[in-house]
């Protein structure tokens, strides 16, 4: 069992920036694939970013605007958002996703993040 825990969302004015974070019980970089996503209500779920021993593959939508970072010693990961628009206010979450079982798969309780105009 993985618990995963979002922070640094909140409201920010268009243009600005927000780095989003997801800290890990415990470590995971061996064993999880970690991502970003992002949803609305009664929208679906929209992929970001995730990480696969270190290398980053970016969703179309926010790629060049976002980074997916980590710390190894803080078993967390990172979600760097620049050039904000109100497009983005959202629902993000952290997933952390079996490397050799892709079917488990745990959730964050998300963190909210609105960019007003």
């Known amino acids: 069992q993985v618990e995963l825990v979002e922070s640094g969302g909140g409201s920010v004015q268009a243009g600005g920036s927000l780095r989003l974070s997801c800290a890990a019980s415990?470590?995971?970089?061996?064993?999880?694939?970690m991502g970003w996503f992002r949803q609305a209500p009664e929208k679906q779920r929209e992929f970001i970013a995730r990480?696969?021993?270190?290398?980053?593959v970016y969703g179309d939508s926010l790629k060049g605007r976002v980074t997916m970072f980590r710390d190894r010693a803080k078993n967390s990961v990172y979600l760097q958002m620049n050039r904000l628009n109100p497009a983005d206010t959202d629902e993000y979450y952290c997933?952390?996703?079996?490397?050799?079982?892709?079917?488990?798969?745990?959730w964050g309780q998300g963190t909210q993040v609105t960019v007003s105009s």
């Open positions: 415990g470590e995971i970089f061996d064993k999880y694939d």
């Open positions: 990480m696969t021993s270190g290398n980053v």
């Open positions: 997933s952390a996703r079996g490397r050799k079982d892709d079917n488990v798969e745990y």
